[in-house]
């Protein structure tokens, strides 16, 4: 079929992913019936979706809030209750992203605000570079599963489930995770005796930096607090989210300016221009995928294999596994989503506890060369090869695995909160 051997040409060229989607549905076009004026209107639908306005915000929020210092009071009150245990700033570093996590959303976003400050710091206190990168790169993976998840976004958009649901279902995933982590942390800097010279945990100087860090501290609050409290829906929140960085960064703070300001908005506008190419040619790429009755297919050839939901959910995140080693995560969850959700239904398995499965495959993504997009971005802070960082980041990937698998077999984690709406 030349739909499907165009899409694995241009997948196996590397070929930008809005043109893999686009390009062979424009060919399967050219070759039918349906009128050209098709493309025009589900280029426009791909883009039209009220939800997808949350995601700009909170790319827009995290990078004002980075600019603002609201990141490093966030670690002062981390590096305040840690003290001297052992990977003392390593565990800071952990705590740090799934406290940022809780604001921006992205997972490179949160290796680049909280590595900035941290990995140096780490450095300087007698932690190897390539520990304190991946560090960095793990802690950052939980930008994604911690709501306000950019990922979850775009799922709830195409599989046309809650956001607000999946953003409940992420609380209790994301914090479990971020367990798994700073255990692992602890573990090996306890087995190679890394511990800082940082003073043991002092009341009053904790009191002192939750004092210092009260606006910073309570924009998750105002944020998360909104949603769940029915205050506000997933974008009202974004803009919200948005709002209160400008306020706190202009006039409480007075830390940043028109300039900053400026960048953040550039910052938020390049994640964002890219992802409306994509949602644009995905739309257009699933109505042929359901013309070719693509999903159907594969959902046949899987079931020859297995009925059972569990082992069809072990296979699935096997391959998602090896898809997020050469696969962008918006582009691995914009273009799976159309395909595997008929077969998710079928065997009855919850959407929104895939989704929460598929967001944390999508981690070990962040991990993995070629593209380790987080791995990227703490190998830039730290001046570090790829290689280097690679190797320490192996038990961190391990962790995430154990964490999936955890959440797999009891997928009671993801929906608990959900439930007791």
């Given at each position: 079929?030349?739909?499907?051997?165009?899409?694995?040409?241009?997948?196996?060229?590397?070929?930008?992913?809005?043109?893999?989607?686009?390009?062979?549905?424009?060919?399967?076009?050219?070759?039918?019936?349906?009128?050209?004026?098709?493309?025009?209107?589900?280029?426009?639908?791909?883009?039209?979706?009220?939800?997808?306005?949350?995601?700009?915000?909170?790319?827009?929020?995290?990078?004002?809030?980075?600019?603002?210092?609201?990141?490093?009071?966030?670690?002062?009150?981390?590096?305040?209750?840690?003290?001297?245990?052992?990977?003392?700033?390593?565990?800071?570093?952990?705590?740090?992203?799934?406290?940022?996590?809780?604001?921006?959303?992205?997972?490179?976003?949160?290796?680049?605000?909280?590595?900035?400050?941290?990995?140096?710091?780490?450095?300087?206190?007698?932690?190897?570079?390539?520990?304190?990168?991946?560090?960095?790169?793990?802690?950052?993976?939980?930008?994604?599963?911690?709501?306000?998840?950019?990922?979850?976004?775009?799922?709830?958009?195409?599989?046309?489930?809650?956001?607000?649901?999946?953003?409940?279902?992420?609380?209790?995933?994301?914090?479990?995770?971020?367990?798994?982590?700073?255990?692992?942390?602890?573990?090996?800097?306890?087995?190679?005796?890394?511990?800082g010279g940082q003073a043991r945990f002092d009341r009053r100087a904790f009191a002192l930096a939750l004092w210092r860090g009260k606006f910073s501290l309570a924009?998750?609050?105002?944020?998360?607090?909104?949603?769940?409290?029915?205050?506000?829906?997933?974008?009202?929140?974004?803009?919200?989210?948005?709002?209160?960085?400008?306020?706190?960064?202009?006039?409480?703070?007075?830390?940043?300016?028109?300039?900053?300001?400026?960048?953040?908005?550039?910052?938020?506008?390049?994640?964002?221009?890219?992802?409306?190419?994509?949602?644009?040619?995905?739309?257009?790429?699933?109505?042929?995928?359901?013309?070719?009755?693509?999903?159907?297919?594969?959902?046949?050839?899987?079931?020859?294999?297995?009925?059972?939901?569990?082992?069809?959910?072990?296979?699935?995140?096997?391959?998602?596994?090896?898809?997020?080693?050469?696969?962008?995560?918006?582009?691995?969850?914009?273009?799976?989503?159309?395909?595997?959700?008929?077969?998710?239904?079928?065997?009855?398995?919850?959407?929104?506890?895939?989704?929460?499965?598929?967001?944390?495959?999508?981690?070990?993504?962040?991990?993995?060369?070629?593209?380790?997009?987080?791995?990227?971005?703490?190998?830039?802070?730290?001046?570090?090869?790829?290689?280097?960082?690679?190797?320490?980041?192996?038990?961190?990937?391990?962790?995430?695995?154990?964490?999936?698998?955890?959440?797999?077999?009891?997928?009671?984690?993801?929906?608990?909160?959900?439930?007791?709406?």
């Amino acid at each position: 079929m030349i739909f499907v051997a165009v899409f694995l040409l241009c997948l196996v060229l590397g070929v930008p992913i809005f043109a893999t989607l686009g390009v062979p549905s424009l060919i399967e076009l050219l070759s039918s019936p349906i009128p050209l004026e098709s493309l025009a209107h589900s280029l426009f639908d791909g883009v039209d979706k009220f939800p997808l306005l949350a995601i700009p915000n909170f790319v827009l929020a995290g990078a004002i809030m980075a600019r603002a210092g609201i990141t490093r009071d966030i670690i002062e009150v981390m590096r305040a209750v840690v003290g001297q245990a052992y990977g003392g700033l390593a565990i800071v570093t952990i705590l740090s992203c799934m406290f940022f996590a809780a604001i921006s959303g992205s997972g490179p976003g949160t290796v680049a605000a909280i590595g900035t400050l941290l990995i140096p710091a780490m450095k300087e206190d007698g932690y190897p570079a390539d520990f304190s990168a991946a560090v960095a790169s793990s802690g950052g993976t939980l930008g994604i599963l911690l709501p306000p998840s950019n990922p979850m976004i775009v799922y709830g958009v195409l599989a046309s489930v809650s956001i607000g649901d999946l953003f409940l279902a992420g609380l209790l995933p994301g914090m479990l995770m971020g367990a798994l982590l700073v255990t692992t942390t602890w573990f090996l800097s306890r087995r190679h005796g890394y511990r800082g010279g940082q003073a043991r945990f002092d009341r009053r100087a904790f009191a002192l930096a939750l004092w210092r860090g009260k606006f910073s501290l309570a924009t998750p609050f105002i944020v998360l607090g909104g949603i769940y409290g029915g205050v506000f829906t997933p974008v009202e929140a974004s803009v919200v989210a948005v709002g209160y960085a400008l306020l706190v960064g202009l006039l409480v703070k007075r830390s940043i300016g028109l300039r900053a300001t400026w960048e953040a908005l550039g910052e938020a506008s390049t994640v964002c221009g890219g992802l409306v190419l994509i949602m644009g040619t995905a739309i257009f790429f699933g109505e042929f995928l359901a013309l070719n009755m693509i999903p159907q297919k594969i959902a046949a050839a899987l079931l020859n294999i297995t009925t059972d939901p569990t082992l069809m959910l072990l296979l699935i995140a096997l391959i998602l596994i090896v898809l997020g080693t050469f696969m962008e995560t918006l582009s691995t969850v914009i273009i799976l989503t159309p395909i595997l959700l008929p077969l998710i239904l079928k065997l009855g398995i919850d959407p929104i506890h895939f989704g929460i499965l598929l967001v944390v495959t999508s981690e070990i993504g962040f991990l993995t060369p070629p593209l380790g997009v987080n791995l990227f971005v703490a190998c830039g802070i730290s001046n570090l090869t790829i290689e280097e960082v690679s190797r320490r980041v192996l038990p961190f990937i391990a962790t995430i695995i154990l964490g999936l698998l955890i959440l797999l077999f009891f997928p009671q984690i993801s929906l608990l909160l959900p439930s007791l709406k």
